[in-house]
């Protein structure tokens, strides 16, 4: 069963940092391009950053460019995101995405709620 | 990397159908043929329900289909049920190389 699963948010203050990660079970992790989605409280859908599956290629939405960074450790199956100079609109929840075939969002992972407040 | 435009919300009774719209551009929807739809539950991840347009995932129900003329793509849900009642979302692939979301559309099942 493909299974991806979120780790690491929590509460920041404005201007701090921290962590996602993201781990991939039940598929070929190295084979799959990878996403990272966040949704604000009440709010929609928004793409964040892209990650080719040999890390050739990353790609931010201007949103985040310059502040997040998107990596990924194929030996570990695991898949991160650096977010630095976090703001208040940054909080949401952040979900791991797979891209199947044709940039679409085949599986997602539960989500985990970033939160910046002072 | 504006967001592609989709009703706040529409509604129907159980067995009907009704019709989602998402208007983007030549940059996108216009562009590709990389639109897909999700349906999120209230608490949930979203789920894909169609891709590539009009493809669905194995196993997932006939009722569902999707379509695109122009810079506009559509989600037609058939035979409406109350599990239906669900946000739904478009995406497409863009000129930037990058994804881009509708806002969402809530459907209620009255």
């Known amino acids: 069963e493909v299974q991806v699963v979120e780790s690491g948010g929590g509460l920041v203050q404005p201007g701090g940092s921290l962590r996602l990660s993201c781990g991939g079970s039940?598929?070929?992790?190295?084979?799959?391009?990878m996403n990272w989605v966040r949704q604000a409280p009440g709010k929609g859908l928004e793409w964040v950053s892209y990650?080719?599956?040999?890390?050739?290629?990353?790609y931010y939405a201007d949103s985040v460019k310059g502040r997040f960074t998107i990596s990924r450790d194929n030996a570990k199956n695991s898949l991160y995101l650096q977010m630095n100079s976090l703001r208040a609109e940054d909080s949401a929840v952040y979900y791991c995405?797979?891209?199947?075939?044709?940039?679409?969002?085949?599986?997602w992972g539960q989500g985990t709620l970033v939160t910046v407040s002072s | 990397q504006s967001a592609l435009t989709q009703p706040a919300s529409v509604s129907g009774s159980p067995g009907q159908s009704i019709t989602i719209s998402c208007t983007g551009t030549s940059s996108d929807i216009g562009g590709y043929n990389y639109v897909s739809w999700y349906q999120q539950h209230p608490g949930k991840a979203p789920k894909l329900m169609i891709y590539e347009v009009s493809n669905r995932p194995s196993g997932l129900s006939n009722r569902f289909s999707g379509s695109k003329s122009g810079n506009t793509a559509s989600l037609t849900i058939s035979g409406l049920q109350a599990e239906d009642e669900a946000d739904y979302y478009c995406?497409?692939?863009?000129?930037?190389?990058?994804?881009?979301f509708g806002g969402g559309t809530k459907l209620t099942v009255l």
């Open positions: 995405a797979r891209f199947g075939g044709s940039y679409h969002i085949d599986y």
């Open positions: 995406s497409s692939y863009t000129s930037s190389i990058t994804l881009v």
């Open positions: 990650i080719s599956s040999g890390s050739r290629t990353m």
């Open positions: 039940g598929f070929t992790f190295s084979d799959y391009n």
